[in-house]
């Protein structure tokens, strides 16, 4: 059975300072999403990663994926309030297959 | 293009009711998705599709039942309500030839079962 791990599950940090949101996960896949969540709304898609040292960057995000470790990072650059809020990674549980499997979440806190 | 719609925004169920959870997409997307989400809590899939007649259990299909006999609905049966369903219902859709793959979701079912 797949499972997906987020660390930390909160995060609370200081506008200006980086950090880095771990997803590990436990059986291969190539492919790998982060997605966006505001309290009380939907999601939206952020990155997808499709293959081994994928790296994709918006503005002070930046994603990447190693397949050989099963891990995906969230890079975050000089943090800013806007960016609270909280982020799930997800799996194609057998690859190709399509059925996501989600992370636990992080829950950002910027504080301004 | 609407995207991901879905009916009703919020309801409040008595255990042992019924109800259906309406989701719609104008994406013409061949794969749609049912999660739930309980509070605090990460996405728990339900159920999936990934075209017109074809379904298939997720991590947490107990209670729920689906349907797709269109490209664009996806509707989600609860049948016997229990206070264990109390959740976020969250409908999405994703293409699976070419494209990313990425889901897009619906803003989601309030759902409150008392």
């Known amino acids: 059975e797949l499972k997906v791990e987020q660390n930390p599950l909160f995060l609370s940090m200081q506008e200006g300072k980086n950090y880095t949101i771990y997803c590990n996960y436990s059986t291969t896949s190539d492919r790998l999403y982060w997605y966006r969540q505001d309290p009380g709304k939907s999601l939206e898609s952020l990155f997808v990663l499709l293959s081994n040292g994928a790296v994709k960057q918006e503005g002070r995000l930046m994603a990447s994926l190693d397949t050989k470790a099963r891990l995906s990072t969230l890079h975050i650059t000089a943090a800013v309030h806007d960016l609270s809020a909280t982020y799930f990674c997800a799996v194609d549980a057998t690859s190709g297959t399509y059925k996501y499997i989600f992370g636990t979440g992080t829950r950002l806190k910027v504080l301004a | 293009n609407a995207g991901v719609t879905q009916t009703p925004k919020f309801r409040i169920l008595k255990i042992g009711q019924s109800m259906t959870l309406q989701c719609t997409q104008d994406?013409?997307?061949?794969?749609m998705y049912w999660y739930r989400q309980d509070p605090g809590m990460g996405l728990k899939l339900i159920y999936y599709?990934?075209?017109?007649?074809?379904?298939d259990k997720g991590e947490v299909p107990n209670g729920y039942n689906v349907s797709r006999s269109t490209t664009e609905d996806f509707p989600l049966r609860l049948e016997l309500a229990a206070p264990s369903q109390t959740s976020v219902y969250f409908c999405?859709?994703?293409?699976?030839?070419?494209?990313?793959?990425?889901?897009?979701f619906g803003p989601g079912t309030r759902l409150t079962v008392l």
């Open positions: 994406m013409n997307h061949n794969y």
């Open positions: 999405a859709s994703s293409y699976s030839r070419g494209a990313p793959n990425e889901q897009f």
């Open positions: 599709s990934v075209g017109a007649g074809i379904t």
